[in-house]
């Protein structure tokens, strides 16, 4: 029995030691080996591993000259803040990192588990991708992941940290998850790689330049975090976590209320200007309106004409979709339509409120626009707003035109509380724009035009665009002190607190996607 333990603890040692000289090499390019990467991200001593012993069983190419263990993957459960999750950690050491039949079965079987048991999962890539040597069953076992994050979307969340090469059909799993984090300087993701591209496009790229971290987190979207280093990595992982419930039939983690129904904020007025093209930071009016002025921000650097944040007011979780006005005057563009969308669908799944702040000028018109499926993308979040059955509060703040204010969570598409500043101006259009058509001939007519458009855009602001038009018709809930936001908003959702919305039975709809 003796010799039998002294076995087991020899063959555990050798798994957690891994391979000192790969691991001196992945230091070297300022990386975590995967177990110390578990270990920042998890409580401590909170991580059980599952399959510890588990090898590959493959024959052929190279293959069967090494069965190193954990196969390149390190599985398990955890807890962060108390409270439990799934993860798995690729180990570039072994192989690469790279995914065969049983590094594949080690990451199923904990994506059946966080499903089975209500808890999110995450992933921390850092791999070559589908295994070579292990031909069309690699390719097999991505596929397997890919069908267990489809059917656990919506359920639990779902969570990528890169912090290595991710490339290839390997980029679709993070592609899917709910949030991609991503590390600057050591990790990347594209579906071929520098050679392929100058082979086949003669385009010369390096990994960063066609899918290094600012990449995703400025260009495509595919990253939602962008960090300089794993610590604060993980911190924000763990942070985006306490704002999430574990899966979709819980709700969000309380926590304690901040008399925030009573809370006024003077300086919330001046922080807006008067004129409706003067540029601000919606950021400051959310640190107004959110507990301590503490909130995440998702695509911080991605499409930032619009804002999406998680946050908390009087203590409960809540999802921000604002208007930037300080980036492209914080118009809605196709890039901006789907990263809101995606968001308020998140939110949706996982019970989270939502508040809109609208100050918007409308869609950003062009062809570059048009070409790139403003229409189409515009559309998702349109959808997106109309199917969400958590409570909705919209505050117009200043202006709301056109086709952007339905689309940004107005009365008719089914916000619960509409609420307006004084200074808020809702109408089709500006009245520069509205007179300019309405008038044209009369304009060119007339032998003082200059008087006649003064004239006539006062008469549209007077009978169309008056801070009441909306509210008379029930179309805005209330007028408020801008002092009093998040008060009402906190006090909205109080009220929305427990609300429930069915909907028809049908297989699913047909979201423009
Ligand atoms: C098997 C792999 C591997 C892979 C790397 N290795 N990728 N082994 N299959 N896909 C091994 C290497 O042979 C090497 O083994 C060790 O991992 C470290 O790799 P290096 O190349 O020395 O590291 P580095 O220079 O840092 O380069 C990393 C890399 C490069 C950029 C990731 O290895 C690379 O380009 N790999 C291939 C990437 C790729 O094309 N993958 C397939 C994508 S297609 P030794 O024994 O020397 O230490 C795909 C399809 C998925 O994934 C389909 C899903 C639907």
Redesign the pocket.
Known sequence: MRLLRQERDELHRQVLAGKPE?IARMRAQGKRTARERLALLLDADSFTEIEIFRRHQARGIKIDESRPHTDGVIVGSGTIDGRRVFVYAQDFTI??G?LGVAHAAKIHKVMDLALATGAPIIALNDS??????EGVLS?DG??GIFRRQVEASGIIPQISVVLG?C????A?SPALADFVFMVRDTSNMFLT?PDVVAAVTGERVTHAELGGADVHGTRSGVAAFVHDDEESCFEDVRYLLSLLPSNNLEMPPSAPARGATEDDRPGLADMVPAEPNKPYDMRAVLEEIVDDGDYLEVHEQWAANVLCALGRIDGEVVGVVGNQPLVLAGVLDAAASQKAARFVRFCDAFAIPLVTLVDVPGFLPGTEQEYAGVIRHGAKLLYAYCEASVPRVQVILRKAYGGAYIVMDSRSIGTDMSLAWPTNEIAVMGAAGAVDILFRKELAASADPERLGAEMRAEYGDQLTHPYFAAERGLVDDVIDPAKTRSAIARALAMLRTKRKQAPRRKHGNIPL
């Open positions: 790969a192989n690469g790279s070559g991708g589908a295994r070579i040597q390719m991505y596929g090469p490339a290839g059909g390997a679709y790689g």
